[in-house]
């Protein structure tokens, strides 16, 4: 029976990725792309690794801080990921009606929603983190049994992340009386903002250039091999491998508790089910009720794009599962902001002004790897959520190049603060004034607004009418494309971006004249990156359009 | 599946006592009970929101019933929950398929979930199959199917089970002429073999053609239960068809009130 609930999972992969008859040319496409991207991740992260590896024991150990702080984010976001898409899954998957009037125990139910979610909501985490793993091995020089080692506590990792979020959430749907399931989500996401900030204070970053630390470095390298956070898994991992990456020494204790902690917590898991789904389950249809109503604040005039507007709002607002969400984007914020307040700058050993520049470059990435992320969660499935009832705005009078426009500037403005805020807010706690604040906040603006319009033109392109939840929405191919592209995009402005910005802020903070040259590979970086976003965003937005119309 | 119609699971087909839920302060079923035995196509009518598909859900296991019991062939759903659904088939009224499987991988799964023994796979699928002209279509996946192709995809799935008895939400949504006369015939052919369908319906048509039992139920109470016949006598109308009889009972009677309003504002307006 397990693997007979377990059947239209597998088929619905195989027919989506190897589609019967046909030669899967998008398949390969996709998954030379992602070899590309892994490969690429791998070699930087080689470089990296390897320049910290041959400074000294201070560049060794600070290596390893990383290493441990990938972990521990990984741990986090796995954790995250899985709780949102749980009640999805266990609660409100559309199949639940079939699956669950069929005579499939609980048990069997739980151990099938535990193997889709575990896929859907790991698979990205593992393959953008192994590359970056299996770099420390590289550099470390790792023997056979750290390949193995890896592999076991990915494996365990990802799926104590998944039997925690799965129990967590099971108890949860069924301990609140919400009527609205989705409602719990709000609180799940409450959670996840509390433990990532945990999380980070456990880590300490501060410390790492804290030279009274130096002096006991000795100590130091002693105490690595003991748990940073002794009850957090992902510390397990990283204790455990740091350990075999520096010494060769296997530590069993940890070893067993990463491998046991999976079992036990997806037994319990399994208990909770049994006793808990079908209350749970019940509550969570009561929710389709809709005993709420609201009144209308808005007269009616003849705007279209204030009622697009409005329209897109209230579907986000109204749907729990979407603006709790915002609580964790909240999180996220003050934790990003956090650790630049807590950055010791001060006691650099390089220039303050020059590091802090050079952090203000890179948060660029940063800012816009989250908004792309970001992206690929509201924006990305936007189109494909319009469901069945797309068909109105197929046969409105209003075309799909104005229907795409309205939600490009609908999600632009949202997007465009939340920008501005991590990179003003960041750039103002590392004290950047001058040109670097200008080229941070530009810089941006533009690639936030390109990898909006590219969020929607892929999701218009790939645009899912019939996805069973949003899970399998962000899990599908466009969702993957669209993450290897805008993450591809933004390399390549960041890349090109490194001389213009280096030279502009080294003239700057010498108080001298920016040389003819200089202003030309400004002028020549800038016009490039403008052509780039402008070339981009129209591609994907037309070819989206395009897809839209002619949709049957 | 091992069960069939003429297994000797004791107690009526589907026996409900004092059925109970409510959606908070809302009282969805009130204190329902029914009583349906084997060979029996059974009615349930109701107007919009009456509380049919909320019964059914709870029939189907689906819902937690706040009070009462349900008992199928005998066993309580509460106690053998595995043992009630796998005598019982379900076609919903929207029936969810799995987008990216083909027909016949839907169906495989189907079967393996009821653990349908091989050789009534093989001799009922292809049957079922033929019978709603859909064989040809059974290798594509179902996204491309119509919405009446996945509603005879669904009905096949419950039929291909033979389970003594099968719940029906608004069976012929969407089914051209054809299907709906070859489902008619087979819920009719499944009650003749001791079987029994539990059928909810707004097509009184429907009803009046093929239930041997009605029972109609209003603002989640059922307010009379019996055969045609037995119906007619209490809503004291004797000679009138189900859609009069179900009118009187739901108190719809105003309705000949709407129609002349509509009829007046048509003439005035021309």
């Known amino acids: 029976m397990r693997s007979a609930l377990l059947k239209p999972f597998w088929w619905s992969i195989k027919n989506r990725f190897l589609p019967p008859g046909k030669v899967p040319f998008k398949t390969i496409g996709a998954a030379l792309f992602s070899l590309a991207i892994c490969l690429v991740i791998y070699l930087l992260s080689i470089k990296v690794i390897g320049y910290f590896h041959r400074q000294n024991e201070l560049g060794i150990i600070l290596s390893l801080k990383i290493f441990q702080m990938a972990w521990i984010t990984l741990f986090a976001m796995l954790i995250f990921s899985c709780m949102v898409s749980a009640v999805s899954t266990l609660f409100l998957s559309e199949d639940n009606e079939i699956i669950f009037a069929s005579p499939s125990p609980p048990a069997e139910i739980y151990f099938m929603r535990y193997i889709t979610t575990s896929v859907y909501t790991s698979w990205m985490m593992i393959v953008f983190s192994l590359p970056v793993f299996a770099a420390y091995g590289q550099v470390f020089q790792a023997d056979m049994l750290y390949w193995l080692f890896l592999g076991i506590t990915v494996a365990a990792t990802s799926a104590i992340a998944t039997a925690f979020g799965m129990l967590l959430t099971v108890i949860l749907v069924t301990l609140f009386p919400a009527r609205r399931t989705k409602d719990i989500i709000l609180y799940l996401s409450l959670l996840f903002g509390i433990f990532i900030y945990i999380m980070f204070r456990l880590m300490r970053p501060e410390d790492l250039v804290n030279p009274d630390k130096y002096v006991q470095f000795v100590d130091y390298l002693s105490t690595i091999s003991k748990p940073a956070g002794p009850y957090v898994p992902a510390a397990w991992a990283a204790n455990f491998l740091s350990l075999y990456l520096l010494d060769r020494q296997i530590d069993w204790l940890l070893f067993s508790l990463i491998v046991i902690s999976p079992f036990s917590l997806f037994f319990l898991g399994e208990w909770a089910m049994e006793r808990m789904f079908f209350s749970g389950y019940t509550k969570s249809q009561e929710s389709f009720g809709g005993y709420r109503s609201f009144a209308s604040h808005l007269k009616y005039r003849l705007s279209v794009w204030q009622w697009s507007f409005s329209k897109e709002a209230k579907t986000f607002i109204r749907d729990s599962a979407e603006w709790s969400q915002l609580f964790m984007i909240g999180a996220l914020v003050v934790v990003y902001l956090y650790n630049f307040k807590s950055l010791p700058v001060n006691r650099s050993i390089f220039e303050e002004e020059y590091v802090t520049n050079l952090i203000s470059f890179l948060n660029i990435g940063l800012t816009g790897f989250i908004i792309t992320s970001l992206s690929a969660r509201f924006v990305y499935p936007s189109i494909g959520t319009e469901g069945g009832a797309f068909y109105h705005i197929r046969s409105a009078p209003i075309s799909i190049t104005r229907f795409l426009l309205y939600k490009f500037l609908f999600y632009a403005v949202p997007f465009t603060i939340l920008a501005l805020l991590l990179v003003i807010a960041s750039d103002r706690l590392l004290n950047i004034e001058g040109p670097m604040w200008w080229f941070s906040v530009i810089t941006t603006l533009v690639i936030t607004w390109t990898v909006v319009a590219m969020a929607l033109g892929f999701g218009a392109m790939h645009a899912d009418f019939k996805a069973e939840n949003r899970a399998a929405a962000l899990g599908s191919m466009g969702a993957i494309l669209y993450l290897f592209t805008a993450m591809g995009f933004q390399l390549a402005i960041i890349f090109c971006g490194a001389l213009p910005a280096y030279r502009l802020v080294r003239n700057w903070l010498k108080g001298m004249d920016l040389l003819a040259s200089d202003i030309a590979i400004l002028i020549g970086w800038s016009l490039a990156s403008l052509l780039l976003a402008a070339g981009v965003s129209l591609f994907f937005f037309r070819k989206g359009v395009k897809r839209l119309e002619n949709f049957g | ?270």
């Open chain 2, 1 to 270: 599946m091992q069960e069939n119609g003429n297994n000797t699971d004791a107690g009526p087909r589907l026996a409900i006592r004092n059925l109970t839920k409510s959606f908070g302060s809302y009282k969805a079923v009130n204190d329902i009970s029914l009583t349906i035995q084997g060979g029996e196509i059974f009615g349930f009518l109701g107007p919009n929101g009456a509380g049919k598909t909320t019964t059914i859900k709870m029939i189907a296991g689906l819902l937690k019933p706040d009070t009462g019991s349900i008992a199928i062939n005998g066993h309580s759903l509460a106690e053998k929950p595995q043992h009630c659904k796998k005598i019982t088939g379900y076609i919903p009224d929207r029936p969810y398929l799995y987008e990216k499987l083909t027909g016949l991988e839907f169906l495989q799964f189907m079967a393996s979930l009821y653990q349908l023994l091989p050789e009534q796979y093989n001799k009922h699928v292809p049957h079922f199959m033929n019978l709603f002209d859909l064989t040809d279509w059974q290798n594509h996946l179902i996204e491309s199917y119509s919405h009446g192709m996945r509603q005879k995809l669904i009905i096949t799935a419950a039929f291909m089970l033979e389970p003594p008895l099968i719940i029906v939400d608004e069976p012929m949504v969407g089914l051209d002429p054809k299907s709906a006369k070859i489902v008619k015939e087979l819920f009719k052919n499944h009650a003749r073999q001791g079987r029994t369908i539990f059928l909810s319906t707004h097509s009184l048509e429907i009803a009046e053609e093929l239930c041997d039992q009605i029972a109609i139920i209003t603002t989640g109470r059922i307010i009379t239960t019996g055969n045609l016949a037995t119906l007619r006598k209490e809503a004291k109308l004797q000679d009138s068809g189900l859609e009069d009889i179900f009118l009187e009972l739901t108190g719809a009677y105003e309705l000949h009130e709407v129609i002349a309003a509509l009829r007046n504002e048509h003439s005035t307006s021309q």
